[in-house]
């Protein structure tokens, strides 16, 4: 079962992966929503992706001779303070989706009661995200410090991103026992996640950044109380289908690996038994927790899984979030009413589609979620809504780089073009066979399978790829472990 399970993943893995890479490669002209304009380049931009790689690797091996204990730590703390001091310099109120959890966060905190209740039962994704924040609020204000509240919401992303980048290291510490490989993934993080002003925005995609590395690390390392260890998973996975569920794609599988290197049938139960408990008791202790603020709502008006299915259809807007199909939704009050006229939507949209229309259609799509190293920056509706007045050197340096309309943006987006070009073509060098005794490599490839498959049949977005970057990173250093490997056996050869 294992070996089956294992060769049908690398398969459809190898599939995938080619394919997005022969998208972004050939047919990166396409044009489709939301395009970002330095990838019609991708050829020339992916030149600058190895020459960093190269740059990332000699450094590694200088990194790898210093000798100081906590080194990850201590260095962890100063790029944290930085990250503060720089995100400072440049950060902004934002407005869409991220703006409305914000500002009904604040009302929550300070009047008992939410601002926008229809958003929130149309929407009800982002309830315990808003309950979160007003709690932060809430003792924010209580300790006088109410005019930072925003900018605390801002240091508590700066945490969640940089005890990610500890969890990531531990992980691949673990995975490859190999400190060069270590060094070259956390590099990559910080090319990637460190450096992006998405962690400015205090939203879900920033918040639930934590989640799938941290599960997987929870599998990998605690393994002295397996009671303990899945009812943690659990939670986390319940937590993160509340906040943002393509972040719990890796606990479905994680549970898929588990249960076939699984031998003895007891333990095959006594988990299920576990997971289902949690999961059920999870689940009561968040309807409670958010009790306040779902009294307000209208649980007829709650958007279901269908009208992102239908979303993902539209040819139109390349299966993103299109505001015709948002209105046609909200114009039908009944849920059940809602969700057959989407259906026909969907049954009309799909017999609409020729064969290359459909191939066409979803080649956009993948190109819209998948070829965008900035993930989709500066895309939103009403994106830099409050701009804060700041008139110094530092401020007017951060704002030329993350600004659409500043001096170096173009620079920028140009390198985490080709860094996250470098990723993906790395991705595809894991293909071949690792040294991992534990076989990892296929919670990996389940996890991003999984992912693909979402954002495929559903809306798609290019920044509901950020919270997995850490994921997509650890797939990555399994092709730089196979390119360290053909380069000793040529080496070895030679000698």
Not at 22 to 49: D, H, P, R
Not at 87 to 104: R, S
Not at 158 to 163: A, D, F, H, P, Y
Request: proline fraction near 1%; glycine fraction near 4%.
């Amino acid at each position: 079962m294992y070996k089956f399970l294992n060769k049908l993943t690398t398969i459809i893995f190898s599939v995938i992966s080619i394919v997005i890479l022969f998208l972004i490669f050939v047919f990166n002209y396409l044009e489709y929503n939301k395009k970002l304009s330095v990838s019609n380049y991708n050829n020339y931009v992916v030149i600058l992706g190895i020459v960093v790689f190269i740059i990332i690797l000699m450094i590694s091996f200088i990194f790898i001779k210093i000798k100081i204990k906590n080194i990850l730590y201590i260095i962890t703390f100063l790029l944290s303070v930085i990250q503060i001091l720089v995100i400072y310099t440049y950060y902004f109120v934002t407005g869409w989706d991220a703006g409305t959890v914000i500002d009904n966060s604040f009302n929550l905190a300070n009047q008992g009661k939410l601002d926008y209740p229809y958003y929130f039962s149309v929407f009800p994704n982002n309830v315990l995200i808003v309950k979160f924040y007003s709690e932060i609020i809430s003792i924010v204000n209580l300790v006088g410090l109410d005019k930072y509240a925003y900018f605390i919401l801002l240091i508590l992303m700066v945490i969640i991103c940089n005890s990610t980048s500890i969890l990531l290291y531990k992980v691949l510490e673990k995975i490859f026992n190999n400190k060069i490989i270590s060094i070259i993934g956390y590099f990559y993080y910080l090319l990637l996640i460190y450096i992006s002003p998405w962690i400015s925005i205090p939203y879900s995609d920033s918040l639930s950044l934590i989640i799938p590395i941290l599960l997987l690390y929870i599998y990998i390392f605690f393994n002295k109380n397996i009671c303990l260890k899945f009812i943690l998973l659990t939670f986390i996975f319940v937590l993160a289908i509340n906040i943002k569920p393509q972040t719990a794609i890796i606990y479905i599988a994680i549970l898929i690996f588990d249960l076939i290197i699984s031998f003895k049938l007891k333990y095959i139960i006594k988990k299920i038994l576990i997971i289902i408990l949690t999961f059920l008791v999870t689940t009561q202790c968040f309807e409670l927790y958010t009790k306040d603020i779902t009294n307000q709502l209208n649980k007829e008006l709650a958007t279901t899984y269908i009208h992102y299915i239908k979303m993902g259809l539209n040819e139109n807007s390349s299966g993103e979030w299109n505001s015709e199909d948002v209105i046609f939704s909200q114009s039908i009050i009944s849920k059940k009413d809602r969700d057959e006229a989407n259906k026909q939507v969907i049954i009309e949209r799909l017999s609409n589609f020729t064969t290359q229309g459909f191939i066409k259609h979803f080649a956009k799509k993948t190109l819209l979620t998948y070829n965008d190293g900035t993930f989709a920056w500066g895309k939103e509706g009403n994106f830099y809504n409050i701009i804060l007045e700041k008139d110094n050197f530092s401020s007017d340096f951060t704002r030329n780089i993350y600004y659409e309309d500043g001096k170096y943006n173009k620079v920028f987006n140009v390198f985490q073009q080709a860094n996250w070009l470098m990723l993906l073509v790395l991705t595809v060098f894991s293909l071949f066979i690792n040294k991992d005794e534990k076989n990892y490599k296929l919670i990996i490839y389940l996890t991003l399978i999984g992912l693909f498959i979402f954002e495929t049949i559903f809306e798609a977005r290019a920044r509901y790829l950020f919270s997995n970057v850490p994921i997509f990173i650890i797939c990555a250093m399994y092709g730089v472990q196979n390119l360290i490997e053909l380069k000793n056996r040529i080496f070895n050869k030679k000698n």
